[in-house]
């Protein structure tokens, strides 16, 4: 609409300069469960950005894109969130990104966990690591996957994703 302007960053950024976070832990990839959906974030060095799968299958941009590249993302942000039944289509699940919960973050080839807070839907996320450090991403684009609690499953360097479980819901 006229006299408004581009939305308030969700997250914090660093630049590229920046060292990676310390609470970072290396990673190859991430399994995510949601409902009925199961997702691959594989790490990619080359592209320095995170492949993102579909049931071990390679997610592709949709044909009205601009390109059909597999889907990547510099950031995946896993937030620990609740389900309600939505006001607009009871049919619906609604997730509730207000408050607290605990989740992930996947960032330059790393991992590292969070609590996230946010007290009203209009503003932005904070994102802090186990020392109370607010985590900042790398400049790009950021992914945001809303799950259950304990949906997520590492894997680590030179571990076959395959050998590792999808984690249940």
Known sequence: PEG???????FLYR???DAKPTASVSIDGAKVSMYNVRVYWKWDAASQSFLRFSENVK???????TDDAQVSSS??????????????????????TTGT??????????MIPVTWT????NVPFQLLDSA????????????VELAYKKSLAPVDPGVDPSK??????
């Open 101 to 110: 919960g605990t989740g992930f973050v996947l960032t330059d080839g790393g």
């Open 132 to 143: 109370g450090t607010a985590v900042r991403l790398m400049p790009g684009r950021t992914w």
């Open 4 to 10: 408004s302007g581009p939305p308030q960053p969700q």
């Open 75 to 96: 950031n995946v942000v896993v937030l620990y969130v609740t389900y309600v039944r939505s006001k607009a289509d009871r049919k619906s699940p609604e997730a509730v």
């Open 118 to 121: 946010r007290a009203v839907r």
């Open 164 to 169: 590792v479980l999808w984690p249940a819901v």
């Open 15 to 17: 630049s590229a300069s």
């Open 59 to 65: 997610r592709v941009l949709e044909p009205h894109m």
